[in-house]
């Protein structure tokens, strides 16, 4: 079986689209830099040119214009935010122009763009350089939400969203550029939607997002030691939301852990918790939970990073709570030489 790091994955998403469709562009400030963008854009440049893979100055809201022009025009495409902080810049011609679109012209316009942005933390990333608001997006009408958490899954999300004939918000969790796992070669998609069953289980329901479904797969390989058996679900799309796997595996299980990488005031755990209130609150045996950021920006220092961040041992103790179970302080011990604020030995930086 053959398998690629999560970044090699996009890269070869990149490879299929643009060989495919000479419509397909890339831009975005790095995209043709040697290290490729997190290693994401490695090499494009070379294969297709610099017409079509383009540098860009650092003026955020001036190159997310001239993209959506490009796509009025018959291009299809790809903006490269190398930080979903940076895209903030951006807002304007993202949510109020791309997203409503279609929408003004009686569907009789398209806007084929992919707004692709980086977030998380890692290596010192600080306030202003670790923003988790997909929340924010996934509020927009007008704008399809994705964030894989597997390979296959980038490299197939990434091809319907450039396949797309409307905006497409792309987001990619950069502590899971370096995940390997099993890519199918060749031209495929992966529908955007539908979420994917990851693990199943009968005793509780967690689900989870982004690089977050790594940790609710730990946290379920933990607590099956203890005969606790967890259905994970991978949201993989926040807009459109799956609303039906969620709902029948709350009525499966009656318990309900939402673990998300961002603050949960007004965020997409709470959305989940609503539907599950709405639609299955007879199934419901205890009050949902929900793993996510304390309510204050981000830290900076690593130090702070055990205190700020949850992981899977946070999920279990939700479970357990879930479950009526009492709290095992053992769930959030920390080993010694684990830095919490790097994915793993590998990582060095931010790029």
Partial sequence: MRELTYAQAIQE???????????????????????GFFGTTTDLQNRFGPSRVLDMPCAEAGMTGI?????????????????????????????TQAAKWSYMFGG?????????????????????HSQCLHSWFAHIPGLKVVMPSTPADA???????????????????????????????????????????ARSGKHVTIVALSYMV???????????KEGI?????????????????????VKKTGHLVVADSATGQVGVSA????????????????????????????????????AYYPRSGHIMAAVRKTLG??????????????????PNPAFTGPF
């Avoid at 790594?214 to 099956?224: F, G, N, T, V, Y």
Wanted: with cysteine.
């Fill in 271 to 306: 959305e989940i918790i609503t539907l599950a209130s709405q639609h299955a609150f007879s199934s419901l045996r205890s009050a949902p939970q929900r793993v996510c950021f304390p309510e204050c920006p981000t830290p900076t220092a690593p130090s702070l990073a055990a």
């Fill in 155 to 197: 490299k197939g999300l990434l091809i319907s969203a450039i396949e797309d004939d409307n905006p497409v918000v792309f987001l990619e969790h950069r502590w899971l550029h370096h995940i390997k796992g099993h890519v199918p070669a060749g031209y495929y998609t992966t529908p955007i939607g539908p979420a994917r069953q």
């Fill in 108 to 128: 009789a316009m398209k806007m084929p763009v992919v707004f692709r942005m980086i977030l998380g933390r890692g290596w010192g990333q600080g306030p202003q």
């Fill in 229 to 249: 058996d967890a259905d994970v679900i991978d949201l993989r799309c926040l807009r459109p939301l799956d609303a039906n796997l969620i709902i029948e595996s």
């Fill in 13 to 35: 998403g990149f490879c299929e689209a643009m060989a495919r469709d000479e419509r397909v562009t890339l831009l975005g400030l790095g995209v043709p830099d040697p290290k």
């Fill in 214 to 224: 790594l940790e609710a797969l730990e946290a379920s390989d933990r607590l099956q």
């Fill in 325 to 342: 179970m009492e709290t095992d302080e053992t769930d959030l011990h920390i080993a010694p030489g684990v830095e919490l604020d790097k």
């Fill in 67 to 95: 993209t959506l022009g490009a796509a009025l025009n018959g291009l299809r495409p790809v903006i490269n935010h190398q930080r979903l902080d940076f895209a903030l810049l951006a807002m304007d011609p993202m949510c």
